[in-house]
Structures are given as C-alpha cells and as structure tokens.
C-alpha cells in the first residue's frame, strides 16, 4: 500500500528557502503514471495548491508561488522534492505532499502526514 | 487565482441532511467537470470523498454526494452523524490548467 512521508526541517529564517523531501514507500514516482503534488495549509487557514511534477518529469505550479517554487524529482526512484526561495512569516505552514488521483493532475487521493514549517528568525 | 467560495460554516442535526456549497467561476467550476470534496480532521490529512463532480472513492460512505449546477458545486452529507462534524474543502481544475481550493466549511453536528 502506498504511503507518503514529508520530511525537513521545522524552521527556516525568512528570505532563505525552505526545502522538503516527500518519500514514497511501496511505490516509484514513475509508478501508474501519476501526477505528485506539494499543498500547504497556514495555521487555522484552508488549503493551497503549489505545484505537482508528473512521472514524466513536467511541472506544473500555482501562479502566485511559480517565481519562488521548484518541485523536482529523479523519476526512477521513490521521493520527490519541494523548494520554496526567499521565504517570508506567510510561508509558515503544514506542508503536504500527496499523490494526483486515477491519473489526474488536480484531484489528490493519497496525502503524507504533513509537515509543519515555521519561517522565524 | 481567487479561492473558491464556500460558506464558514454549516450545522444540522444529527439524522438530518445539510449541504455545503462552493462558487468559482466558469474559468473553473463551471467550464469542467472536475470538482472534488475533502473532509479534514482536526491534525490529520484531508482525505478524498467525492471527485469528478459526483463520484465517490471505493469505501466512502454513500451519505456524502455531490452535484453542480453552473459555477456552483455542492456537498450534501445525508443522515448526519456526530463524526462528520469536521472541516469540508471543495477544489477544482482551472482553465490554466491549475488547482484551486475553497476557504473550507466547519460542519457542526448540534
């Protein structure tokens, strides 16, 4: 059964960039030719898109975080990446990464724990 | 891109039947068919309940379903129950080929 893991560090210093690692167990990103995907949730706030990476390697981002985000992945093994440049208090969030559904790039069927990131000084 | 609306909060009795709905667009709600629903526990991951407008994942229960009209999706929980008192996000697929979330619901079973 598949599982996803979110895994980083809890605090990053505002205008550096906060970097998470999503590992796959039971399951490589190239398995059944899926879309992988990052969504944050600010405290006590609802849920936002930021990007997803398709087993082909292409990436797809929100508009309003494309100039700072970057997902990547090595398409043969079993974890993908999330990068996030020049962070701000606002970027305090649960970070989750989950899996596209039956093959489709905006419906998300599988989620990790989630991992809480505070950006402070 | 805006987020999609839906209301704070709704509440009904338990047995009874509320809905919740969630307005975008025809940029998306109402240009595709690709609306889904998310319940979230309180600390836990959202988990799927409804996708493609109406269809239900394999093991949720038949009480959630859902139905849009226009640019307006909505959830109805059917025979409410004190566990689905608990948050509701609505997402869609967009015209630039995006997603977007709802500002999510509180469902209260009084």
């Known amino acids: 059964q598949l599982r996803l893991q979110e895994s980083g560090p809890g605090l990053v210093r505002p205008s550096e960039t906060l970097s998470l690692t999503c590992t796959l167990s039971g399951a490589s990103l190239s398995s059944g030719s899926s879309y992988w995907a990052w969504i944050r949730q600010p405290p006590g706030q609802g849920l936002e898109w930021i990007g997803s990476i398709y087993y082909s390697g292409n990436t797809y981002y929100n508009p309003s975080l494309e100039s700072r985000v970057t997902i990547s992945g090595d398409m043969s093994k079993s974890h993908f990446s999330l990068r996030l440049s020049s962070v701000t208090a606002a970027d305090t969030a649960v970070y989750f990464c989950a899996r596209g559904g039956f093959g489709y790039l905006f419906l998300f069927d599988i989620w990790g724990q989630g991992a809480i990131v505070t950006v402070s000084s | 891109q805006s987020a999609l609306t839906q209301p704070a909060s709704v509440s009904g009795s338990p047995g009874q039947s509320i809905s919740i709905s969630c307005t975008g667009t025809?940029?998306?709600?109402?240009?595709?068919?690709?609306v889904s629903w998310y319940q979230q526990h309180p600390g836990k991951a959202p988990k799927l309940i409804i996708y493609d407008v109406s269809t239900r994942p394999s093991g949720v229960s038949d009480r959630f379903s859902g139905s849009k009209s226009g640019n307006t999706a909505s959830l109805t929980v059917s025979g409410l129950q004190a566990e689905d008192e608990t948050d509701y996000y609505c997402?869609?697929?967009?015209?630039?080929?995006?997603?977007?979330f709802g500002g999510g619901t509180r469902l209260t079973v009084l």
């Open positions: 997402s869609s697929y967009t015209y630039s080929g995006t997603v977007i």
């Open positions: 025809s940029g998306d709600i109402g240009g595709f068919n690709y």
